[in-house]
């Protein structure tokens, strides 16, 4: 009796064992695999990425619904877990199909549905290297601004004058509120390596923090503080023309006798 | 404990491979029939993607073995995939939702064959198991059969602590299907392993001992109405069946002659026993034509006299 229960105790504690190192190991393979989830460029309408990873059951029907062959399901060696699809904007951009119809084909709502206008779409966020752009060096290129299908608000270009006998700069700028992450600019870059990328927000965006006022932006109490105290409520007729008071605080023996 | 005391029983014959070719196609005919499916069901999905495959103007089969859409209408879903995304803590769309219980009731009648008749797996597995007969391999250790169950308790454990479906994230088989739908890569390293495993390691290693995926459907096959019958007043005890059997532990003669078939839902319906039997003592049926042996003893639960009652 004392034998068999003690065995029993062995076995469970080595099963336990068994359990926990395997599960320690698998546990591990799932969060290196999530760790490439932050390189990868989603469909339109994909959930945020911890939930994306959860609900999307890596079907490809996203893939197969994709007229441009934009989307891919990531292989092992893709920068994306694998099995999810995924996008390279320089090989093929989102051209951003207005009936979006890879979220339409998603069956567990990886891809929300509540995405109903492809330019609300948020991809990823277009960055400028502007030590390779060739308008940050001084050449007229503004490619990215022209193929951008939401031109003139996600990117603008900004003109820069600079000193005598060198002409004024055409600089790219890329605004996150209207950028859709489609990638047309990266795909369409002239530079060997483009110099305007598509990248997840969350590796290249700050946050300045609510503790910081740009007073010049709104009316913040700050600026009210030195508003002049608005004047009473006028009784009788108006003068026209206030003369100096004859006592007011402040005025001494020095003040008195100058008086016209 | 046969319910026909062995004396009584007629000498066992051993099964003899036909000499002709009919023979030899007829014996193999479920083999076939396993590798048309297998293959066809691939072929579906490969077809719709790559070469726009239609019916009535609407795509045959799209998606994977994960998800997908029959004729543009009907959704399916495999549902040990969904129940692991539900278990990490996320809410579905009613599509893949309904698409995963229309698979769970299509396997809950016709028991495991998602595994015999429609798992690419099963094509590498069967290979190594064909191979490691033609070498006489030897298993290096022993592994329970139920490891798996545990395996598959650990997916939806890791689930619910990781919040992603555990073993779709790391699953070979997913990884093979896709990668031959969707173009091939390094997941196909994993098909290679498993193959190994299996050829070099331990005999149905993975199929049979670990896959959680099998196990899943094992427990679901437990409802099955489409069963192996068996006959007992035929049978021989030769042990054929057992021989070539990829999960031997469901042919228990006694078992099986109280209820008249193969109850247990690890059974994957291969029908690899059904043609080798030298008394054609096992064939299909459903789960309501199969009667115990007038010589078995009494089932023993109600449930059981019910169904057998004619």
Redesign the interface.
Known sequence: MQASRREFLTKAAQGAAVAACGGLIWAQLLRQEAAASVLALRPPGALAERDFAATCIKCGQCVQACPYDTLRLARAEDDAPIGTPHFVPRDIPCYMCSDIPCQVACPTGALSPELKNIAKARMGLAVIDTESCLSWQGLRCEVCYRVCPVKGEAITIENRSRVVSKHALFVPHVHSQACTGCGMCEDACPTEKAAIRVLNPALVQGRIGSHYRLGWLSDTPITQDFKPPEAPPAVGPAVTEPSAPKTAPGMDVLNQGIDP | MSAIPLSTRRAARLYTPPATLAGKLHDAGYLILRRITQVGVLLLFFG??HWGWQVMGQ?VL???L????LLGVI?L??PF??LQ?LA??????A??LL?AAILLVFYALAGRVFCSWVCPMNMVTDLAGWLRGKFDLNNLFRLQRGTRY??MG?AL??SA??????F???SPI??LH??I???V???L?AALGIFIFDLLILKHGWCGHLCPLGAFYGLLGNAALLRVRFDDSSCTHCGECVRVCPEPQVLNFKKAAESGMVTAGACTNCARCVPICPEDSLDFALRWDAHPSPGASQPRTPNSTVRNTP
């Not at chain 2, 990490?88 to 769309?93: E, I, N, T």
């Open positions: 719709t993607l795509p799209r998606g994977n994960s998800a997908s859409e959704p879903a495999d995939a969904v995304q990490s803590g996320h809410a579905l769309q599509t893949v698409g545990w395996v650990m454990v890791l602590l990781m919040g992603v479906a555990a779709e994230w790391v997913s990884m896709r990668e739908i969707f173009g890569g390094m997941g390293s």
